[in-house]
């Protein structure tokens, strides 16, 4: 499965953005998909997660509230809609797909086999 992330780019804060991941397989509709976002200096972070049929998603508290996770698996694309921006939340933002039906913890990178290019998101104040 390879997945491309678009969206990110230059923001106010209180801007939104809307960041999409697109998935070249049509198993995407089996997996779980995440977000991870990786700011200068730092480890990269999970920020949200959406299951497999989109029945259940998962946030970082530092993101909750702002930002909503869905899917269209017609589409192959899971976005990530992000509001009320801050200028801590400039980063590398990254999606990540599981094995298919696989249930382990979704916000651990290590529960995701395949990873996107990662799309720059900048927020200035």
């Known amino acids: 499965v390879q997945l491309q992330a678009f969206g990110g780019g230059l923001a106010q804060a209180e801007d939104s953005l809307r960041l999409s991941c697109v998935a070249s397989?049509?198993?995407?509709?089996?997996?779980?998909v995440g977000w991870f976002r990786q700011a200068p200096g730092k480890e990269r972070q999970f920020a949200a997660s959406?299951?497999?049929?989109?029945?259940?998603?998962a946030y970082a508290d530092s993101v909750k509230g702002r930002f909503s996770i869905s899917r269209d698996n017609a589409k192959n694309t899971v976005y990530l809609q992000m509001s009320s921006l801050k200028p801590e939340d400039t980063a590398v933002y990254y999606c990540?797909?599981?094995?298919?039906?696989?249930?382990?913890?979704?916000?651990?990178?290590?529960?995701?086999?395949?990873w996107g290019q990662g799309t720059l998101v900048t927020v200035s104040s």
């Open positions: 959406i299951n497999s049929i989109g029945s259940n998603s």
């Open positions: 397989d049509y198993t995407f509709g089996g997996r779980t």
């Open positions: 990540a797909a599981s094995l298919p039906s696989d249930n382990s913890d979704p916000t651990s990178p290590t529960s995701y086999r395949y």
